[in-house]
Every structure is written in C-alpha cells, then in structure tokens.
C-alpha cells in the first residue's frame, strides 16, 4: 500500500502566491513554471479547502448568471416625476455634473457600506 503524500514544497508555494492575490500568469512568470502546472496546483488547493473557487463572472455572457447592463437612460426612465426631481437636486447639491454621475456616486456608497466590518 503507498503512502499518502502531502502537497509538496512547490504546491505549497504556488498556494501561498494565490493567496497573497496573484492570478496563475503571474504564479507561472514569478516561478517559471508552465500554466496546466500551476493550474493544476490551484485546482488541488480548492480541493483541499486552502484556498476559495472562484466566483463566476454575472458579466460574462456565457455563465449561468449573467445579467444584462442596460443603460442609464432606460434606468431615467423607470424613475417617476419624483425620483426625478430628487435625483436632478441631488445631483446639484453634490455637484455632479449628470445623473450619471450621481448614480455612479450612489452605487459607489452603497458598495463601501457593504465592505465595512
């Protein structure tokens, strides 16, 4: 019977720098190694719980959870008279240029807040 074996040294590395952010070019240009290497080391680390599967892409067309952008105009148009107004005086008050910008600046709050500890 064989004995398990654990990660080796340069597994153990090629975590470490996926860990530390790296993407797997830039593990393969840091260690010179080739590309289904280190991806096959990724994959393991997953499997092994070290490090976390990769969040699909809503943006990319082909995943199961895309969405669509849309556009700024079509979301004017879903603002009643109201929102409308409100959106126009905000805008001034922050000094935002459009209310592109001011949506832009809203979003970007919104997302901050959900980032806080």
Known sequence: MGKIMG?????KTIWKLKLDGN??????????????LVDS????????????????????????N????????????QLDRDQLYWLA?????TRCETMAEMILEIVRDAYEETKVD
Not at 7 to 11: E, G, L, S
Not at 44 to 61: D, H, Y
Not at 89 to 93: A, F, I, M, R
């Open 7 to 11: 990660p080796t040294k340069q597994t």
């Open 23 to 36: 993407n797997s070019v830039q593990i393969c240009n840091l260690l010179g190694l080739p590309k289904s």
């Open 41 to 64: 080391a990724l994959s393991r680390g997953i499997e092994a719980g070290v490090l976390q599967k990769r969040k699909s892409n809503p943006l990319l067309f082909n995943n199961s």
């Open 66 to 77: 895309y969405i669509k952008m849309g556009n700024i105009g079509w979301l004017i148009k």
């Open 89 to 93: 005086d905000e805008s001034l008050k």
